[in-house]
């Protein structure tokens, strides 16, 4: 059994380890958005050794070719790419040992990951909004009936379903609540103008517990203070000081990831 297996005390089975590339990397800008997140943190739980590239601009990426949808994050296993989050949360789960045997219980895990894409996709259409309109927006999306606590009512369901258990799939950790703990993280850490810290835990009792749970899980808190590989160098004087095809939005979803490990 791989050691980060046995520390997560599984009494689901998990999938067999499979081959593990010679070389493995994962692109991703310095923060810790839970696209990033859920295929680094898999990774380390079970102890799978990783480039963790938080360094490299989008358009060197892109120039590269190692882009495929022209999206990060992408993920390189012996020089091939793979990218869409579901699918390198699932392949670095695979490595790990971490992702359900169980056929229902994976195409569960992949349910949940598609519901925190749907929660991003909805939060994310009020980016570059005006300040007016925007605080309008978001007001609406956790409505009782907005569509953002249609979402994530989505996944509170599934928890419920599970049994309450702090898990979302089965009786382990997965893959599913990893992305989970970090898109309420993100949602609750108040830098996002309009949504309440308090309106995930206040609204959804089965997601509290289960950010509770992985924030309690000791590999989770071995990862979070864990230096980064790639420490940013300092700032050059910026010759072109606009380059961002769209500044406002891009400059926003960078504000909001830089504090996702802020102390509470
Ligand atoms: N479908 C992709 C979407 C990834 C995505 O939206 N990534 C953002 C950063 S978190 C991005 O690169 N957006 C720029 C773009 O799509 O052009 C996935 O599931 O990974």
Known sequence: MLAGVT??????????AIARPASLKVYYGDMAFWRAEVV???????????????????????????LTFGAVPVLEADGKILSQTSAMAVYA????????????DAA?????????????????????????????????????????????????KICAENGGCSYAVGSTMTVADISIWRLVGWLSSGIIDGIPVDYVASTFPH?????????????????????KPNPKPKPKPNPNPNPDPNPTQVGEWKALHSKFYAPK
Request: charge should be negative; charged fraction near 25%.
């Open 7 to 16: 520390m997560l005390s599984s009494s689901a089975p998990a999938v067999s």
């Open 40 to 66: 680094r943190l898999a990774l380390f739980m079970g102890d799978v050794p990783f480039e963790d590239v938080r360094d490299q601009k989008r358009a060197d990426l892109m120039a590269a070719g190692k």
């Open 93 to 104: 789960a695979k490595l790990a040992g971490i992702h359900p045997e169980d056929a229902w």
């Open 207 to 227: 997601l509290a517990a289960l950010v509770a749970a992985v924030d309690a899980h000791p590999k989770v808190g071995e990862w979070k203070p864990k230096p």
């Open 108 to 156: 569960k895990v992949d349910e949940c990951i598609s519901g925190c894409t749907d929660v991003t996709v909805t939060v994310g259409k009020t980016f570059g909004m005006k300040d007016d309109e925007k605080a309008s927006a978001r007001a609406a999306l956790i409505a009782p009936d907005g569509r953002l606590t249609l979402h994530l009512g989505g996944l509170e």
